[in-house]
């Protein structure tokens, strides 16, 4: 049945974000939401998050899940480590031995081995958000959201978080909601693509890509059609 909503209603005074609004999503695939600035994208999330209340409607399949929520601002603790940051989110129920073996697992790939004793105010920016990506999945959870973790960074930065994120994803496939601007990144992680409209929000566009994700040439023609789609649906 996968994960739905249905008949969402979200207003924020006189401004209606959502209206009879309805999606589903696929369980164990990395769904991208792509849209307009200020197009609601955030709401969406933090409506599944349980941050924000909608109106009405319902939503199916959420209530049993554990989330875990990867923002713009890497939120890490300034007064822990890489390691300390990671381990925190991990269940103290469980041996240190395992969770050691965890965290060692996940800061290789990231591929920050040799900043283990590090602390946030000592790394750049991306190392910043390969922390916050490897805590989302040493967090037991079922489904993660993640609202444009890559916004402001350049290229090639963005280009190498994002085979990271993949490298772990393909250990651990996880349910991902995933919100950018940025069609290439759709098309590098997405299973299905979806472009939301302007307000009140509509799905405009529904485009599935079933291709491995570490096997994808995004500069290929199959992807510059796939491009052109996507671009023609966030413009029109």
Known sequence: MGLQINNLYKSYNDLLLFSNFSIDFSEGNITCILGPSG?????????????????????EGFNSKVLSYIFQ??????????????????????????????????????????????YPSQLSGGM???????????????????????KGLDVKLKMSLLR???????????????VTHDVDEALMLGDNIIV????????????????????RNIGSDY??????????ALNH
């Open 39 to 59: 197009g609601g994208k955030t709401t969406l999330l933090n409506i599944i998050a349980g941050i924000v209340e909608p109106d009405s409607g319902s939503m």
């Open 128 to 150: 910043r958000q390969r922390v916050s990506i490897a805590r989302a999945f040493a967090y037991p959870s079922d489904l993660i959201l993640m609202d444009e973790p890559l």
């Open 196 to 215: 939301l409209g302007n307000l009140p929000i509509e799905i405009k566009e529904k485009v599935s890509i079933n291709i491995e994700k570490h096997k």
């Open 73 to 118: 601002d890497p939120r890490l603790l300034p007064w822990k480590t890489v390691r300390g940051n990671i381990e925190f989110v991990l269940p103290h129920s469980q041996p240190y031995s395992k969770r050691e073996t965890v965290t060692n697992s996940l800061i290789k790939l990231v591929e920050l081995d040799g900043f283990v004793d590090y």
């Open 164 to 178: 990271s994120f993949i490298k772990i994803w393909q250990g651990d496939r996880r349910t991902v909601i995933f």
């Open 223 to 232: 992807f510059q059609n796939f491009r052109d789609e996507l671009h023609n």
